[in-house]
């Protein structure tokens, strides 16, 4: 696992948009609106890659294709407050940080 970590609007999304369309998965974001701005972005970028999914739909089993196996999360911090159900999160541990960028 990548964890892709940079101040806001340094090109987070851009990055997950490039791994996506060269390594295949779809990516995964809070909403529908946040799921239209990435495929904007990739088209402008010239990538072609699937239809993102929501957190919803993510968490649900909601998904149409039967071929996800690899996803990427934007903004993991807000999938995590989503699964927190509304709790306070006061730390989280992640043990792999090789891949930090």
Not at 21 to 46: F, H, S, T
């Amino acid at each position: 696992m990548k964890i892709i970590y940079r101040k806001p609007a340094t090109g987070k999304t851009t990055e997950l948009i490039k791994r996506c369309a060269e390594n295949g998965g779809y990516i995964v974001c809070a909403d529908m609106n946040r799921a239209k701005l990435v495929m904007r972005i990739a088209r402008e970028m010239g990538f072609k890659i699937p239809y993102p999914l929501t957190f919803d739909e993510l968490l649900e089993k909601r998904y149409h294709a039967k071929g996800v196996r690899k996803v990427y999360i934007d903004n993991a911090e807000e999938l995590i407050k989503r699964v927190a159900l509304g709790l306070e999160i006061d730390s989280i541990v992640i043990d792999n940080l090789e891949d930090v960028e």
